[in-house]
């Protein structure tokens, strides 16, 4: 076990949970990881061994086929996962964001039938508020869902959908005016709405269609798609919670789970950064001497730990916060801030300790300096939480005067 990131008051089944998470990413993902990412392959044997683990289920109810696990567990493991390979925990990251917007909001119908299909793995999650034409400004959406009888009627098109191919399940974020008078705030007629379909690629359903897969610098592996919808026609009892209007805050609450994981990776994949960067210190020789013991190194390996240090116990804190039932937007926009552009620093000075051999295709760190970047983007960038932290900063420090 690592002597950095350690959790402190866990319980014995915590500590059970993440002591297999970390042995199977030891035996099952580190050893193939680099060789399934320079390929472009999705992980079905990996994803097929967290199934039969259950961490599908990890944080569904226990009523509903689940572990009945808090946040802290998930991202804990999230932390372990992204240690081995970035683009498996965003896998599951969907899925447990459409799986927690079901637990908080869901009618009881919902829950019943959805639930505990995915903690069994069988039914599989995505969700998409994003569009070609809007990045972080989510009152632009302009996809639509309109009411015709006893079905909603969706067209739009939606942008960086993960796992938009594998998934059977998508929470999918519209504008629904219905019942909403002209004027009403953007983020007040919004709705959010189950969509299922089949896997693949193409027309998954009538009036739906998931063309190839985006092809990215890093984040492989993994499926990002687009999501297109021409005439798409949903039941009426698909509109999550029942009740259209409530899709921003429906969203939103699950994006603060997703920033919580978003730091969780940031902080694995940062640890697996320092000890690529410790152990090669260790090997590599210049002068005489391992470059480990020349002061410069030993510098920058400080800096690296204390990094990983403090981006855990924030991502710990933030993921407490949300179990405890209280509002977490100020820990989570901060635990996401830090530990992404602390996960981006520790992977930089990595690659700086391997030299040249950083650069080849042969060195895990290479495939690290890929992957890091898409933690600066993923649920909201850095100038985002910057707006985020300092809004609630000021509501908690409001001048009295």
């Known amino acids: 076990m690592s002597r950095l ?83 498996v925990s965003g896998i599951i990251n969907t899925h447990f ?67 938009g191919g594998t998934s059977t399940l998508v929470a999918v974020l519209c504008r629904s005016d219905e019942g909403h008078p002209e004027g009403t705030a953007p983020h007040k007629s919004m709705t959010t709405f189950l969509v299922e379909k089949e896997p693949g690629f193409g027309e998954v359903r009538p009036g739906l269609t998931i063309p190839g897969k985006i092809d990215k610098m890093g ?30 805050y429906q969203m939103m609450d699950g994006v603060e789970v997703g920033r919580v994981n978003v730091a969780a990776r940031g902080c694995g994949v940062a640890q697996r950064a320092f000890e690529l960067g410790v152990s090669y210190a260790q090997q590599r020789h210049t002068f005489g001497k391992a470059i480990a013991q020349h002061q410069a190194i030993q510098f920058k390996l400080a800096e690296m730990a204390t990094k990983v240090e403090a981006a855990h116990a924030m991502m710990v804190n933030a993921a407490r916060k949300k179990d405890s039932g209280e509002r977490n937007d100020l820990e989570a926009g901060m635990a996401k801030y830090l530990a992404s552009e602390y996960c981006k620093e520790v992977v930089e000075d990595a690659f700086r300790i391997h030299g040249g051999y950083g650069f ?11 992957e890091a970047p898409m933690l600066l983007i993923g649920e909201g960038t850095a100038e985002i939480q910057k707006m985020i932290i300092g809004r609630r900063l000021l509501e908690e420090y409001r001048f009295q005067g």
């Open 219 to 248: 984040y492989k592996g993994v499926d990002t798609t687009e999501l297109i919808m021409d005439g798409l026609r949903i039941p009426a009892n698909r509109v999550l919670g029942g009740v259209t209007g409530r899709g921003f």
């Open 360 to 370: 080849s295709k042969e060195y895990e760190i290479e495939r690290l300096y890929r």
């Open 5 to 87: 990131a350690q959790t402190a008051g866990l319980t014995d089944i915590q500590q059970e949970i993440l002591a297999t998470v970390r042995d199977f990413v030891d035996k099952e993902i580190i050893p193939v990881a680099t060789e399934l990412e320079h390929r472009d392959e999705y992980p079905q044997q990996i994803v097929d061994g967290l199934k039969e683990l259950g961490l599908f289920g990890l944080m569904i109810p226990e009523e509903y086929g689940g572990l009945g696990e808090s946040l802290l567990t998930y991202a804990l493991c999230v932390e372990e996962i992204a240690r081995g390979w970035m683009s």
């Open 97 to 163: 964001i459409v799986a927690y917007m079901l637990k908080q909001h869901g009618t009881q119908e919902q829950k019943e039938t959805f639930l505990p299909r995915m903690a069994a793995g069988e039914v599989r999650g995505a969700f998409s508020m994003s569009e070609p034409g809007l990045g972080s400004d989510v009152s632009a959406i302009t996809s639509k869902g309109v009411k015709d009888g006893d079905e909603y009627v969706l067209n739009g098109q939606k942008m960086w959908l993960t796992n």
